[in-house]
Every structure is written in C-alpha cells, then in structure tokens.
C-alpha cells in the first residue's frame, strides 16, 4: 500500500504508461526529469513471412518501441523496406523472437538496402520532341537541353536560357517536372539522378497543339535521352564517424577501417583512449558494433551522422548493377 524511496516496484495494468513516464499523486504531482537514451547503432531489414502479418507487425512493432526507447523502426523512403534498428545484434534478435514468440509474426531478416544514386557520366546536350496527331487537337513540344554532371549542390537545378520565345515561359516549369519526374525514378536501376544541372536553352511551340502535358512529355524524354547518350556512375552514401577506442587495439581497428574502405582524416589523443574520425560508406557498416565490441573487448565506442554521396567503386558498382537488376538485395560488406 506504499513505496518508500529506494524501494523496487511491480504494478499490473498500466495500459496508458510507457517507459520515461512519471506517477505520482495527483495532490501533488511532480515530474521527473527526461531521461536520456543512446542512438541505435545498428540496424535491419525485416518483412513478414506471411503476407497476411504485415498489418499485425506494424502494430507490434509500435508497441515494442513504447516499451524500449533504445528500439526504433521506420520505413526506409528510399528503399520502401520495413528498418529496425537498436543497441546490437543480439538486442534486435530479441525483438524478433518477442515478434514471433509474443506476437505469432514470424519474420525474415538482412542488411538494409542501400540507398545508392546516380550522376551523369559527362555532359551532354539533346532534342527532344513529343509530337503526337491524332484527328483532333494534337501534342507538340520539342525542347533542347544542355545537361551537366555539376558534382555538387542540389539534386537537381534547372535553369532556362531560352531567348526569343522560343518556348513560352507557361512551360518551362512542365518541362522541369518532366525531367525531374525521370531523374527521381532512376530508370530500370531505381537509384534516383543527383548532382543534375539542365539547361533548356532552345525549342519549338505549336499555338494550337503545345500544351502542358505535351512539354512535360518532352522533358521526360530528354532526360532519358541524357541518361542513354551520357551513361551513368553509381554514387553510394558515406557517414562521418568517430570511434573511441584503448591504445593498445588502434592498429587492429584501424586494419578493419581500412578494409570496410574508410577514408581516416583525424587520429587524436596520445593516453589510454584514441579516437578516430573519418568517412565510411554506409554499405561497409554493417555488424561493425559486433566487430568493434569483439576487437576492443567492449571498450570501444562510435558514432555516424550523415556526410555525402561518393563514388562508387567500378568493380562494387558491378556487383550493385546486377543486383538492382534482378531485384536481389545486395551486400558488398
């Protein structure tokens, strides 16, 4: 009938309370302070084995992630796979036997797709035309576009330097959204164009035949085109990370970042601890919390955030290519 300070405490039924909550008295209440939980540090793929649990594993997963704020989920946007992610291997094999053993949804499990991109291989300029007749009004736009590789900046930038109205200004925006309509699809790869900068620089209307749709048409062929005559790179997602780790195992843990293809920009501290910051890809990353914890003998801790987009080496790229291809997921770890 009461609890003292120190004392541990089991209550039954409490459907509206989550971990980090406070209960007191409601004569007096009081709030306690927030507590602070890590990152998840890794992450993975998983799908229902039945079609028929996807439902029921969304909601199981929502209440899961009430209970333990060190387990997140999401949908990845880019890949359209269900993530999990926590403090390790063994915490999501946890969640997964709780999936199937409190929740009757058994799961199938790998490493998350990686979100690659693409970039134009050169620059390139091409014509492009829609032009369609047939019996009644028809479709005319044919546009000329100067497409560069920039590297750098937004996804995509789209500038007009049409003179003399040679396409009226009512479509240069359709003829963007044509084109940003195919580099956001990616082609049969799926892997969306980046670091795009197109020119419309000429063109021909029809006063009767042109119309939105038919420029945004124009548009989406020539950003085909641009793809087909220029050819692609593969560009992968790096993070910048920073791993703390005793003196006596750097060597050892600077061989595997060598190995997973990290670029080692800062080694610093000359005592017990060194740190060690850098860039990594993304698709490297994989199990590294199982690695680090087993060279390290659990002493060693890192941290990612988000950094670019890097190309891809050929022999990898190749590897991804038919992986896309077929619709395989794809581990280059």
Not at 19 to 35: F, I, K
Not at 71 to 93: C, K, N, Q, S
Not at 98 to 117: C, I, K, M, S
Not at 171 to 188: F, K, N, P, Q, T
Request: proline share 5%; no cysteine.
């Amino acid at each position: 009938d009461r609890a003292r300070a120190g004392d541990i405490v089991a209550a039954l039924g409490l459907k509206e309370t989550a971990t980090g909550d406070t209960l007191s008295d409601e004569a007096a209440p009081v709030v306690l302070g927030a507590m602070r939980f890590p990152d998840a540090v890794i992450s993975m793929a998983i799908s229902p084995q039945s079609r028929g649990d996807r439902d029921r594993l969304a909601g199981a997963l929502s209440r899961l992630a009430r209970e333990d704020p060190t387990f997140r989920f999401r949908t990845d946007p880019d890949t359209a796979e269900l993530v999990i992610a926590g403090m390790g291997e063994l915490h999501l094999d946890v969640i997964r036997a709780r999936l199937a053993g409190e929740f009757g949804v058994a799961t199938a499990a790998g490493a998350p797709r990686v979100a690659y991109r693409q970039a134009l291989r050169r620059p390139v300029e091409v014509e492009a035309r829609h032009v369609k007749q047939t019996g009644g009004r028809g479709q005319f736009g044919v546009v000329r576009v100067r497409f560069d590789a920039s590297g750098e900046g937004p996804d995509l930038r789209f500038e007009s330097r049409v003179v003399g109205g040679a396409v009226p200004r009512e479509y240069h925006r359709s003829v963007e959204r044509g084109i940003r309509d195919v580099a956001a699809e990616g082609g049969d790869l799926r892997f969306p164009l980046v670091h795009v900068r197109a020119v419309l620089v000429d063109g021909r209307y029809h006063e009767v035949d042109s119309s939105e749709t038919a420029f945004r048409e124009a548009g989406r062929i020539a950003m085909r085109e641009a793809v087909r005559r220029a050819g692609t790179v593969l560009l992968e997602p790096r993070v910048r990370f920073r791993v703390e780790v005793p003196e006596e195992v750097l060597g050892d843990v600077l061989a595997d970042l060598t190995a997973r293809r990290a670029e080692v920009e800062h080694l610093r501290g000359d005592g017990p601890s060194r740190e060690i910051e850098g860039l990594v890809p993304v698709a490297e990353l994989f199990s590294y919390s199982t690695t680090l914890r087993s060279l390290t003998r659990g002493r060693g801790t890192f941290h990612t955030e988000p950094a670019d987009y890097h190309r891809l080496p050929d022999a990898i790229a190749e590897e991804v290519v038919r992986a896309a291809r077929s619709r395989e997921p794809v581990s280059v770890s």
